[in-house]
């Protein structure tokens, strides 16, 4: 009799036929708080370090110097403008400074925010945050500097070489290894007697050297006594400048430069000749000149009736005349020209006088950076002695086609004590 075979029970769970009631989500509430010139939260990080839990930084505040040009749409904020810094020194041995990461980093171009949730109403309040980044650097202790101070004053000083000696000795010749060694054996250095008890003391002022230190020391205390003090070899520098010798023992501005000097001496003075300027003005005929200083000042002068003065005017022009007919050349000399072009070019002036500025401001026909500088400096000198130390030098620039650049400042550089304040120079092309 065959048996019935049951069914298996299925594992199937029966699932609902109905959804259970999920409460909905609130609804949050975002917003951006605005930024302000307030302080704004920071995001610090520290990769390596384990801060001190109850560490206190200062905050220090600056000005980006790659603050962006551009404004954003949002504007420069305090953020793009300034720079925040935070510092701690309240650790006994490290400093602990915080800075943010600069342009061109790998999380320059990040931004960071902090959000406060409110459950209770549901709002969620964003605000931008600073990123930066912390870092420690060990302090040096007063204590242990003491102890090794302590602790070097008994060991033996080693002879200092510089690093040009040290470099010598390691890798320069056989030749130049001999002389620095030598100059380190020949060294006069303090003796240190042995005392009580077996040590050696620092050589007190009063011991006397040896023969032979006190020998040497001799020779070198007649050998400087000769010397050049500082004041003597700034006098020489100031000497040797391209410019005219200025009077320390001026009280006006009219000693500071005097004429006789500027024009070569009395002597060329009382040759220079004016009278053809005189009559012309005195008949109302136009003088015409190469100059633009020269022409807008001859009537003024001339009338004033200053012929010192005017002789001066006359001495300027044959010096811009001069400087107009130099011919450029090889690295900046200027060559001078040969007589007959000189002749044309100084008209009415004498052989004498042409040949007296030739080998004046020349050397064997030809200037130099030094020269040309002493010319210019001359002529400066003079247009300042006319103007009655008032100058304007947009006229001089048109006559010496000079560029800003090419100004000389020689004549604005004289060593003239601080009081000597009366040389006003109204620069007005000058940077």
């Not at 029970?9 to 302000?36: G, N, Y």
């Not at 302590?150 to 040009?164: G, N």
């Not at 005349?321 to 072009?341: H, N, S, T």
Request: charge should be positive; glycine fraction near 4%.
């Amino acid at each position: 009799m065959s048996e019935k075979k049951r069914k298996r029970t299925s594992e199937k769970v029966d699932r609902a036929s109905k959804k259970l009631a999920v409460a909905a989500p609130p609804v949050v509430k975002v917003s951006a708080i605005p930024e302000s010139d307030e302080w704004a939260p920071v995001i610090a990080s520290t990769p390596g370090l384990s801060l001190p839990p109850n560490i206190s930084f200062k905050p220090y505040r600056k000005t980006r110097h790659n603050a962006p040009i551009r404004p954003s749409r949002t504007g420069n904020t305090s953020l793009n403008a300034s720079e925040l810094l935070l510092h701690s020194s309240t650790h006994p041995k490290i400093n602990y400074t915080g800075r943010e990461e600069e342009a061109g980093g790998t999380d320059s171009l990040l931004k960071h925010y902090v959000g406060v949730y409110d459950p209770t109403t549901g709002e969620l309040q964003v605000m931008q945050a600073r990123n930066l980044v912390l870092r420690g650097s060990l302090r040096e202790s007063a204590v242990s500097a003491t102890a090794d101070v302590v602790e070097d004053e008994d060991k033996e000083p080693a002879p200092k070489l510089s690093s040009r000696a040290a470099l010598g000795l390691s890798f320069g010749t056989k030749k130049s290894q001999k002389a620095i060694r030598a100059l380190t054996e020949n060294a006069i250095a303090p003796r240190k007697p042995p005392t009580t008890n077996g040590t050696s003391s620092p050589l007190s002022s009063s011991q006397p050297l040896d023969p032979l230190a006190a020998a040497v020391v001799e020779s070198m205390a007649s050998t400087t006594s000769t010397m050049p003090t500082r004041e003597e070899l700034q006098s020489a520098v100031d000497d040797a400048k391209p410019r005219p010798k200025p009077n320390l023992q001026a009280t006006t501005p009219a000693e500071v430069y005097p004429v006789s000097d500027l024009v070569g001496g009395e002597e060329t003075l009382r040759a220079l000749g004016v009278k053809d300027w005189e009559d012309a003005v005195a008949a109302n005929e136009p003088v015409h000149t190469k100059s633009r200083f020269v022409s807008k000042r001859l009537v003024k002068v001339t009338q004033s009736g200053d012929v010192k003065m005017l002789k001066t005017l006359r001495y300027l022009l044959l010096l811009l005349d001069f400087y107009g007919c130099l011919k450029p050349g090889a690295r900046g000399v200027k060559k001078i020209p040969q007589k007959e072009e000189l002749r044309k070019a100084m008209s009415n002036a004498s052989d004498s006088m042409i040949e007296g500025i030739r080998r004046r401001f020349g050397d064997n026909n030809l200037l130099n950076k030094w020269h040309t500088d002493n010319l210019l400096t001359h002529i400066f000198a003079l247009a300042l002695t006319i103007d009655n130390f008032d100058l304007d030098i947009y006229d001089l620039r048109e006559d010496l086609k000079l560029e800003n650049k090419e100004s000389p400042s020689h004549i604005f550089q004289s060593p003239l004590p601080p009081t000597h304040t009366y040389l006003h120079l109204s620069l007005s092309l000058i940077p």
